[in-house]
Nanobody, 131 residues
Framework: VQLQASGGGLVRPGGSLRLSCTPS????????VGWFRQAPGKEREFVSG?????????????TYADSVQGRFTISRDDAKNTVYLQMNRLKPEDTAVYYC????????????????????WGQGTQVTVSS
């Protein structure tokens, strides 16, 4: 399933953006979505994830990288078939291309976050934080 990521842009330090991730033409087939980012010259890194398997109860099925904890919030609107990443208090070091990725199949609750296979990816959306 092709994912569409949108919502990036240029924002000043301290500002906010909301990214959106939607599968093209069909609902999410799995139950886990992650946001990743890649800055120039750096490796891709995990930013945040959401799981809506009701058996996943630890931290409400949400997880964040330490670098964004308390500033970013991931959420899902089932009716709109969209996963959001609300990014507040943005810093220049948040500048990167942000990608959403999804598991195409339901992920058992016993699978840890680090073992989730994200096999559907979006095209990326650029986030630039600069004064």
């Amino acid at each position: 399933v092709q994912l569409q990521a949108s919502g990036g842009g240029l924002v000043r330090p301290g500002g906010s953006l909301r990214l959106s991730c939607t599968p093209s033409g069909r609902p999410f087939s799995g139950d886990a979505v992650g946001w990743f980012r890649q800055a120039p010259g750096k490796e891709r890194e995990f930013v945040s994830g959401i799981r809506w398997n009701p058996a996943v109860t630890w931290k409400g099925g949400l997880t964040y990288a330490d670098s964004v904890q308390g500033r970013f919030t991931i959420s899902r609107d089932d009716a709109k078939n969209t996963v959001y990443l609300q990014m507040n208090r943005l810093k220049p070091e948040d500048t990167a291309v942000y990608y959403c990725a999804a598991s195409s199949v339901p992920v058992p609750a016993t699978v840890p976050w680090s073992n989730i296979q994200y096999d559907s990816w979006g095209q990326g959306t650029q986030v630039t934080v600069s004064s």
